[in-house]
């Protein structure tokens, strides 16, 4: 038994000699080197380039007051911003690769490791530049522009060749693949509606409240240079859920159509509470 553990260690020991312990170790401190290296010199190209990118259109900026073109250079400065990140990762991890001995240029150039980058999302990632490309070219959402895509609605915060960025009315920052974009409703190139609908009785007196309405709109629309023609009163309109509501629609400057809304909403209201005219959220606060 004891001789079988000498011979074992002897095997071992022949085994290890074979290995050049010194060059193994001299190449894995000049790896480490590099990979430091390279990593420095990365932070140092991203924040010069950063800087640079922000400088230019800064400048840029400072020459257009323009709203629509000051919406045109944010979107390309975001963009600038995203090629050049994405640019500076790839030669980056390229870098650390080619140092720690992997043949990059081989796989890249195999037909069998394309076919399953394709396999692991590459597809989808080209399927998301081709959008984000055309998104941008066609000028379909601009930054600081208001839209809706999907579900989500909200102010354009960055438009990327991956990703367009949304922020939610209440601050929620939304991520949305390019590619799964396919209807964008952009609510900041022409004027918008206000469309106020105030739920009535049967019993209301319709003709009296739409007086009351006209009366405020004559007096209230000079006050607000964002109403861009005269409100149209359409009467009284039945909802999806079965109630009466009398709707007026106010064509105003795109931005200011919530605004417009809440405010108008408000005096009329107050303009029918004094009149004594009873509305369902007056008789009824549960409805």
Sequence with gaps: ??????????????????????????????????????????????????????????RYRSKYADNFVEKRISTFHSLSLNVFMYSLWFFWIYSILSVIGIPVGTLVASAGIFSLAIGLGAQGFVSDIVSGFFIILEKQAEVGEYVQIGTIKGTV???????????????????????????????????????IQITILPETPIQQALEIIEQVNTKKTPEYPEIVDSPNVLGTVTLPTGKLALQINITAKNGTQGKISHDFLGFYLEALQQADILLPSQNYPNQ
Excluded at 8 to 14: D, F, H
Excluded at 20 to 41: G, V, Y
């Design 1 to 58: 038994m004891i001789n079988q553990k000498l011979n074992s260690a002897i095997n071992w020991q022949k085994y290890l000699q074979y290995f050049e312990w010194d060059k193994i170790l001299t190449n894995l401190i000049q790896s480490i080197i590099w990979i430091i290296f390279f990593s420095i010199l990365f932070i140092i190209i991203r924040k010069i380039g950063r800087g640079l990118i922000n400088h230019f259109f800064k």
């Design 157 to 195: 915060a960055a438009v990327g060749l991956r990703t367009t960025q949304i922020v939610s009315d209440d601050g929620t920052l939304n991520f949305i693949p390019n590619r799964s974009i396919t209807t964008i409703s952009n609510m900041s190139r022409n004027n918008m509606v206000a469309m």
